[in-house]
């Protein structure tokens, strides 16, 4: 009798387990393997600041955050744990602020961002130029060309963190470490005064500078905006292709059901606004959710990541 209840409470308890999520692992359990841990700390990828990018519904690519559009995605928003570069503190949530969400539908990597800018550089200020270049906005050239300039985000991809575990000095553009660059009024495709995506420049290398052009011209990475001027707000949709984008050994593509897998991310947000603002002709603002790079002992300073999980499986909680 004692043995027939013993084993009752431990089937109700399994099933209580089952109902609570059951046999799913959380993907952020893959942080804890000494292999990711280990690689990651040599890779300067903080476990500390991670994101799951769950498998969810197809948004409507748009440019607009839509009722319930992310809900089944990872939101982040701006707060004092991301690390601004510039010497210009962000003073108020009129002078810079945003929110932001990640997620894949199997196909895509979706990215959405939500940013509240008072001055939109180029639309609401004069395309002032940085005393020191006055070849910021020149587009299509390696050599030339501030395509950070102006209100921008930057999206930073390190797919092969887990097998490579070293730090990234300078990217590639492939699996090694990408950096690309949306710009709120110029493009590689539209030109100036259009929203879209360049490439990381002046004087990367020629390896990185045709990855980036392959990543825009190929659409791998396709961007949609809409400008809210009376608002004070952007919103921006982004979506990589998961095949071809998101390399996590060399060759190998990141797809719909797969293990749980680690791969180095980061973002920076950044805000020009008047040139008064800018006092040395850079960004008014440029804060980075995983913080930028660090000095090495020796040689080039290397740059700083943040884990994102990529995961099959649905986000667990969201609408209940
Ligand atoms: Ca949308
Ligand atoms: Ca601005």
Known sequence: ?????????????????????CAETRPESALQSAEVRQAAAKALVSLDRW?????????????????????DATPFEW???WVEAMKQDITSRQDLDFNGWVKHDGEHLYLAFNITDDLFYGIETERWLPHQDEFAHVIGERERGRPWFGDMIEILI?????????????????????????N??????GGIGVPGMLPHGPNRTVENWENNRRWILDDIIETRTVIRDVEDRYTVEVRIRLDGGIEIQENQYWTDGMPDTPIGFNLAIGDVDEASMSPDGLLHHETWWAGKTVPQDSGPR??????????????PDFGH
Do not use: H
């Open 1 to 21: 009798m004692a043995l027939r209840s013993g084993s009752a409470a431990i089937i109700g308890g399994l099933l209580i387990w089952c109902l609570a999520g």
């Open 184 to 189: 709120l009024t110029k493009s590689l495709e």
């Open 158 to 182: 390190f797919g092969r963190m887990l097998e490579i575990g070293e730090p990234v000095s300078d990217v590639t553009g492939d699996g090694r470490g990408i950096q690309i660059i949306y």
């Open 51 to 71: 994101m799951v990018c769950w498998k969810g519904a197809t948004p409507e690519f748009d440019g607009r955050i839509g009722q319930g559009e992310y809900d």
């Open 302 to 315: 290397v740059k700083l990541w943040g884990a994102l999980v990529l995961t099959s499986k649905a986000k």
């Open 79 to 81: 707060n004092a744990d």
